[in-house]
C-alpha cells in the first residue's frame, strides 16, 4: 500500500494562475481532508468529504474547490492563486468517521505564489 | 475561543530525559478522541498516541504516554527517554462530533521539542 500520496511535491505559482493538487489514496478510506499548513502554525481545514459526491466547508475554504468523483481521489482546486495560499498542503484520510480513527498523511505540497 | 491550546512553541530537553508537551482543549462534547502527531523536520505528519473521552487508563505507546486529566481538559504527552531523533514539531488533535454526527479533527499550533545531546 502506498497509502496517501500527493503531487505536486512543490509548486511555484504566478499570481492569478490556477493549478490542481493531486490526493490519491490506496485503503479504500471513506473520508478524506485537506489541510493547509502555515509557518508556525498547526493544520487548519480547508474542505473534507465523507465520501465520493460528498463534500463539505471546514474552516478556511475561501478561494479553494474540491471534488470526490471517486473514493481513492480527492483533488484541491486553487482557482486565482494569491500570495495567501502561500503554504504546505496536506492531504490526510481515514477509514471512519469516529472519534478514535487517526488520520493518514500524505507527504505535503509546498506552494509558494509569488 | 481556540479548541486545542499548545502554550508551549519551544521546549527543550537533554537526551535520555523524559519530557512534557502540554496540551489543553475545549469542548463541550461527552464523546471526543484526543491525539498526539509528531512532525520532523521532512515535513510529514506520524501519529503518535490516542485517548477516548471515555477511557480511564492513561494510554501509552513505547516512550509515549498521554497524561489525561479530565476535570482540567488537558491531554499532556509524556516523552520518556528522550533520542535525538526525538527533535521534531508536536501537535496535538481532537476530533469531537460537529453537526451532522462529523467528528472533525482540530489541531493545536504545535510545540517545537530539541534534544540536546
Redesign the interface.
Known amino acids: 500500500n502506498a497509502g496517501v500520496t500527493q503531487t505536486p511535491k512543490f509548486r511555484i505559482l504566478k499570481i492569478g494562475q490556477s493549478m490542481t493538487l493531486q490526493c490519491t489514496q490506496d485503503m479504500n478510506h471513506n473520508y478524506m ?1 485537506w ?1 493547509r499548513q502555515d509557518p ?6 480547508i474542505y ?1 468529504s ?1 465520501g465520493a459526491g460528498i463534500t463539505d466547508k ?1 474552516e478556511v475554504p475561501n478561494g479553494y474547490n474540491v471534488s470526490r468523483s471517486t473514493t481513492e481521489d480527492f483533488p484541491l482546486r486553487l482557482e486565482l492563486a494569491a500570495p495567501s495560499q502561500t503554504s ?1 498542503y ?1 492531504c ?1 484520510s481515514t477509514s471512519s ?9 500524505g ?2 505540497t509546498r506552494l509558494l505564489v509569488l | 475561543a481556540q479548541k486545542i491550546t499548545q502554550t508551549q512553541p519551544g521546549m527543550f530537553v537533554q537526551e535520555k530525559e523524559a519530557v512534557t508537551l502540554d496540551c489543553t482543549y475545549d469542548t463541550s462534547d461527552p464523546s471526543y478522541g484526543l491525539f498526539w502527531y509528531k512532525q520532523p523536520s521532512s515535513g510529514e505528519m506520524i501519529f503518535l498516541i490516542y485517548q477516548g473521552s471515555y477511557d480511564q487508563q492513561n494510554a501509552t505507546e513505547g516512550r509515549y504516554s498521554l497524561n489525561f486529566q479530565k476535570a482540567r481538559k488537558s491531554a499532556n504527552l509524556v516523552i520518556s527517554a528522550s533520542q535525538l531523533g526525538d527533535s521534531a514539531m508536536y501537535f496535538c488533535a481532537m476530533r469531537e462530533a460537529r453537526g451532522g454526527g462529523s467528528y472533525i479533527p482540530t489541531f493545536g499550533r504545535g510545540t517545537s521539542l530539541i534534544v540536546h545531546p
Open positions: 481532508y489541510y508556525g502554525m498547526g493544520l487548519k481545514l473534507y465523507v471546514g504546505v496536506f490526510a468517521d469516529s472519534r478514535q480513527e487517526t488520520q493518514y498523511f507527504p505535503g
